[in-house]
């Protein structure tokens, strides 16, 4: 089964740091790009970062950068999420996406699902 499947979301304090992480299976993982997006209720879902398939570009939206990193580790299949200092306006639900297009302008754009593979995202919570 194709799929990708996120983990790491909870409930954390303003300030504080979370890691998520996203397992592929089904699907040539390092021959893609893969992204985070996030999403509020009533909202359409906004990038927040993206890597190249080697890892080797990686794209973020203004309100994360120098907060969040992207990275992968293409010999586990597994993308990841490092996010610091964290601030309650990152609540949202976090979902890892396959072959969205990550260029310079993916930050804060807005995607569909009917675009690329999403997984069932996970919950990330931030109290102030």
């Known amino acids: 089964r194709v799929q990708v499947v996120e983990s790491g979301g909870g409930l954390v304090q303003a300030g504080q740091s979370l890691r998520l992480s996203c397992t592929a299976s089904?699907?040539?993982?390092?021959?893609?790009?893969m992204a985070w997006v996030r999403q509020v209720p009533g909202k359409e879902p906004e990038g927040v970062s993206c890597?190249?398939?080697?890892?080797?570009?990686?794209y973020y939206a203004d309100f994360v950068k120098g907060r969040f990193t992207i990275s992968r580790d293409n010999a586990k299949n597994t993308l990841y999420l490092q996010m610091s200092s964290l601030k309650p306006e990152d609540t949202a639900m976090y979902y890892c996406?396959?072959?969205?297009?990550?260029?310079?302008?993916?930050?804060?754009?807005?995607?569909?699902?009917?675009?690329?593979?999403w997984g069932q995202g996970t919950q990330v919570t931030v109290s102030s």
């Open positions: 996406a396959a072959g969205l297009p990550c260029g310079p302008y993916y930050g804060g754009s807005y995607y569909s699902k009917s675009l690329g593979l």
């Open positions: 089904g699907l040539a993982f390092g021959d893609v790009a």
């Open positions: 890597i190249s398939w080697s890892g080797g570009s990686t």
